[in-house]
């Protein structure tokens, strides 16, 4: 039988056909899921969502929280802008995209936060993560702890930089709720999402997001990734009046079409969000309780929530408490020690003359005495001017102020940062009562900031807020000192 030879025109079409199967099926087969997820940043509220709650590979928008906790870390006094990073060789040894750094090299840390947010590199995050947290898997274990803290329930974190890791895993939902942390919780740092270049220290960085930060009316950020399994991703956020939206898109097939559904969302987003709304910005995560782990070179947070009860403090031994106000300067207030002040109002009282049963001298009333807690006594009260210069004797001997303005008293200490007012002043009472010894004297005072409310103790020399950090710090209660110019 004679064989039939192939027409070399079907066996080009055959082979085109045999190609589409062995290479362009397999790859749609494994195109990474799609995600999307839409809010209004203004209040949180969500406009659109589609698998927005599938755990899916996040890539570099990993980072977005690599960079909140070393806003965090900075903020908190545990490292500065300005520390010098040695990078390690794991990693130098990071696969790109990567600043390019060798083993051993020193770089200040702000370089690495620029490296990590704008040219999104995998050798700066992981510098970052292993000088915070003094390991890849200790930051990690603080990556996941912030991350509950922020409600983002369905995220894992196996690593600082995104590369494709077993488990680790995150949602739309969560990544866009991570975006708007970093925008509200960190408005300071913000503004690194939008630059189009940077200079990362070693050389000048451009923005892997500049193609739709530069096509897009109102974009300002804020983190984009890849990987072969994750697909192309990006979360964003525009500004429009008096409107923001962030949209975080999981699984694009490419740069130009993942901007460009970013881009159809966004436009979904401004029609629907209201022109006005109110703002209601996200809670920020409690910073508590500081460990050192056993032989680690860094340090693990450990966040936990504001103190939910709060018993009402006893009495001290000797609680009586003189308050001395003169009319010519009605707002002086002095804390005198109570055993002097005792002494030199009994003595007062005990020598003063019996006054006459005529009418008041003139100017009896220039001073005034106050006297809480103190017992009646059975003798004839003496003459209020009286009793106003023994006092003032004693003050003169022994005057302990709230707030000094000499002897160096100008440093104060920080215990937190809470959402509210009531919950940094439970923490105040409830630490001042733990560490009477170191901070007796001091002045609890509480600092409203965009991101939350601080707890301060202020009016203490830098030996004793050193002292009272350290003290503190021992009872695992996260301390940092104020200097002069911060309280």
Known sequence: MKARRIQPARYGLFLF?????????????????YAAYVIDARTGKEIHAENAD????????????????AFQAVERGEISLDTQVTISKNAASEPPSKLGMRPGQKIALRYLIRAAAVKSANDAATAIG???????????????????????????????HGLTESGHLSTARDMTRMGRHLLYDYPQYYNLF?????DAGVRKVSHTNRRFLGSYKGADGIKTGYTRAAGFNLTASAERGNERIIVTVFGGKSTA?????????MDLGFRRAPSSAPLRKPVPPVYADVETAPGAAGKTIRLVGAVTTSKRPQLRPRSDVVVVATAA???????????????????????????????????????????????ASPRPEPRPKDVTLAVQQAVEQEIVTRVSTSGGRHW??????????????????????????TLDGTLRKVVRRPQGFEANFLGMSRESADLACRRLAARNVSCFMIGPSEG
């Open 17 to 33: 056909a045999a190609l589409w199967v062995l290479v362009l099926l397999p790859l749609s087969a494994i195109a990474a899921p």
């Open 194 to 198: 939008s630059r189009i270049t940077a």
């Open 412 to 437: 104060g200490v920080n215990v937190g940062r809470f959402p509210s007012r009531y919950a940094a002043e439970k923490v105040l009472l409830k630490t001042a009562l733990a560490e009477m010894s």
């Open 54 to 69: 599938t755990r899916l590979h996040p890539a570099s928008l990993t980072k977005m929280m690599t960079l909140y906790i």
């Open 257 to 265: 079409s993942r901007n460009a559904k970013v881009a159809e969302l």
């Open 329 to 375: 300067a009605p707002e002086a207030t002095s804390v005198v020690s109570n055993s002097d002040i005792t002494a030199a109002l009994r003595e007062a009282v005990e020598t003063a003359p019996t006054p006459p049963a005529a009418a008041p001298t003139p100017g009896a009333n220039e001073a005034e005495v106050v006297i809480a807690a103190a017992k």
């Open 130 to 160: 292993e000088a915070i947290g003094g390991s890849e898997a200790a930051f990690a274990r603080r990556m996941n702890r912030t991350a509950k803290q922020l409600g983002m329930t369905r995220t894992t974190f196996k690593n600082m």
